[in-house]
């Protein structure tokens, strides 16, 4: 059984300040992880993904994420946010053998002027 | 790019009727999903489906609950008879595989139950 702990239900920042999203999972086998977006009254939109490769991962704008096994996380990072980054971050897990995307509760993001 | 079609936006029904939601999924996918969320919270994974069977559901996945792509047409949630406790926002969502892959998300479709 797969697990995502997002420890902070809401973060807030002011604009042009980093921020960094955290995601912890639990699941023994190959995983794959990703990280969506969810503006107010909105569908979910994709940011980014792992799955093998560079642990490092870019997605659309300017959000990074950073794969560690020995840690199991996938933290979200973004240098300089903008006033549109205000939004629901969730993370995703799903193991390699199933097709059941798994979401944290989400951590919601206020970037304030 | 690709887009998940769900139809409608919004849906108002009687407690104990029939309603059916709608997901055109993207062209080229196989793989389809049902993820419930409730007042903006965490998304609840429903029910996957691929090669025309159910493959995996949830407990929240109950007998009032049937889901069908007939001829290759439109993916349906069915919810009949629907309670109250249905109220939620419903979004359908497709992939082209199973692991791996980008999994795109419908808008939703808000299920009010009165």
């Known amino acids: 059984t797969q697990t995502v702990s997002q420890s902070d239900a809401h973060v807030t920042v002011f604009e042009g300040d980093s921020v960094e999203l955290r995601c912890n999972y639990s699941?023994?086998?190959?995983?794959?992880l990703s990280w969506y977006i969810q503006h107010h009254g909105r569908g979910l939109q994709f940011l980014l993904k792992?799955?093998?490769?560079?642990?490092v991962v870019q997605g659309v704008n300017g959000f990074k994420a950073e794969f560690s096994k020995s840690d199991s996380s996938f933290h979200l990072r973004k240098a300089s946010v903008h006033w549109s980054d205000s939004a629901v971050y969730f993370c995703?897990?799903?193991?390699?053998?199933?097709?059941?995307?798994?979401f944290g509760i989400g951590t919601r993001v206020l970037v304030r002027p | 790019g690709p887009k998940v079609l769900q139809i409608p936006s919004h849906q108002i029904i009687d407690m104990g009727q029939m309603v059916t939601l709608n997901c055109d999924p993207v062209?080229?996918?196989?793989?389809f999903y049902w993820y419930k969320q409730i007042l903006g919270q965490q998304m609840e994974f429903l029910v996957n489906?691929?090669?025309?069977?159910?493959?995996?559901k949830s407990k929240l996945f109950k007998d009032q609950f049937s889901v069908e792509r007939p001829d290759g047409s439109y993916f349906t949630l069915k919810i009949q008879p629907t309670a109250l406790e249905d109220s939620a926002v419903y979004f359908c969502a497709s992939s082209r595989t199973g692991a791996g892959t980008e999994v795109f998300f419908g808008k939703g479709t808000r299920l009010t139950v009165v």
């Open positions: 792992y799955y093998s490769g560079n642990p």
């Open positions: 062209s080229n996918h196989l793989y």
């Open positions: 699941y023994g086998g190959s995983i794959y």
């Open positions: 995703a897990v799903k193991n390699s053998a199933g097709n059941k995307l798994t």
């Open positions: 489906f691929y090669n025309g069977k159910v493959m995996e």
